[in-house]
């Protein structure tokens, strides 16, 4: 038997989750392998089936398991594709206290993903105590060293002045939504803030209520983009 952690604040069906979920992705239970049957997992964590149905629930959302017609859950052949940000943005938005920080290149993926969350908020089907949203994204005020012109790896200004524009309207947009809750009274203390450092990132990280961590390298590509009027080669920092 493995207990559930008693002074986990985390409700028990997410405890289990998470146990399986580090299984899974540990390869401690194969890719294609039959997970223990309900009843097995329910006495092994001493919870309730009711429970174990909610944690394979949220490991069949993620995309780590399936279940077959009479036959049973099984994990996913292919664990290791990309994971879907938005379900555990939704799923971090039903706590009572709520914190996304975000460190990467614009915030444009953050701006949608919180977008269904905040307007549950303002509908009232979500009512956190506490929401703090923090951004970290480049300075564009300062010469980068990625993205850089394909032909001398020279920092663009043009490509600059664009990648500021968009982090602007995307982290604004954050601020602005997230202050509209706290000056309607729809949750008692929401704030955001952002913050510019010097150096572009080579990943974006996202921290989920201090409990789970996301992050994605981005690869570089060549792009090619009209900047002041003129077609210019960069080697692009992709999302």
């Given at each position: 038997?493995?207990?559930?952690?008693?002074?986990?604040?985390?409700?028990?069906?997410?405890?289990v989750?998470?146990?399986?979920r580090?299984?899974?992705?540990?390869?401690?239970i194969?890719?294609g392998?039959?997970l223990?049957?309900?009843?097995?997992?329910?006495?092994?964590?001493?919870?309730?089936?009711?429970?174990?149905?909610?944690?394979i629930r949220?490991?069949?959302d993620?995309g780590?398991?399936v279940s077959?017609?009479?036959?049973?859950?099984y994990?996913?052949?292919?664990?290791?594709?990309?994971?879907?940000?938005?379900p555990h943005?939704?799923?971090?938005?039903?706590?009572?206290a709520?914190?996304?920080?975000f460190?990467g290149?614009?915030?444009e993926?953050?701006?949608?993903a919180?977008?269904?969350?905040?307007d549950k908020?303002?509908?009232g089907?979500?009512?956190?105590e506490s929401l703090?949203?923090r951004?970290?994204v480049?300075?564009?005020?300062?010469?980068w060293s990625?993205?850089?012109?394909?032909e001398?790896l020279?920092?663009?200004?043009?490509?600059r002045?664009?990648?500021?524009?968009?982090m602007?309207?995307?982290?604004l947009?954050?601020?602005?939504?997230?202050?509209?809750?706290?000056d309607?009274?729809?949750?008692?203390?929401?704030?955001?803030?952002?913050?510019?450092?010097p150096s572009?990132?080579q990943?974006?990280?996202y921290?989920l209520?201090?409990?789970?961590?996301?992050f994605g390298?981005?690869p570089?590509r060549e792009?090619?983009?009209?900047?002041?009027?003129?077609?210019?080669a960069?080697?692009?920092?992709m999302?």
């Amino acid at each position: 038997m493995d207990p559930l952690d008693p002074d986990d604040p985390r409700p028990p069906y997410q405890q289990v989750a998470n146990a399986l979920r580090a299984a899974i992705l540990t390869r401690t239970i194969a890719p294609g392998e039959k997970l223990p049957s309900g009843p097995q997992l329910a006495e092994r964590y001493g919870v309730a089936r009711m429970t174990v149905q909610q944690a394979i629930r949220v490991l069949r959302d993620e995309g780590l398991v399936v279940s077959r017609q009479g036959s049973g859950v099984y994990v996913r052949e292919r664990t290791e594709r990309p994971v879907g940000l938005r379900p555990h943005i939704e799923r971090a938005f039903e706590q009572s206290a709520v914190t996304i920080d975000f460190a990467g290149f614009s915030g444009e993926t953050l701006h949608g993903a919180i977008a269904e969350p905040l307007d549950k908020i303002r509908h009232g089907r979500l009512r956190p105590e506490s929401l703090s949203v923090r951004v970290l994204v480049p300075d564009a005020s300062v010469p980068w060293s990625l993205p850089a012109r394909v032909e001398d790896l020279t920092d663009s200004p043009a490509f600059r002045r664009r990648a500021g524009r968009i982090m602007e309207r995307h982290a604004l947009a954050i601020v602005d939504a997230v202050t509209e809750l706290a000056d309607l009274g729809l949750v008692d203390g929401a704030t955001a803030v952002v913050k510019t450092w010097p150096s572009p990132p080579q990943f974006k990280l996202y921290l989920l209520n201090r409990a789970y961590a996301f992050f994605g390298y981005y690869p570089v590509r060549e792009h090619k983009l009209k900047l002041d009027g003129e077609p210019d080669a960069i080697w692009d920092l992709m999302g």
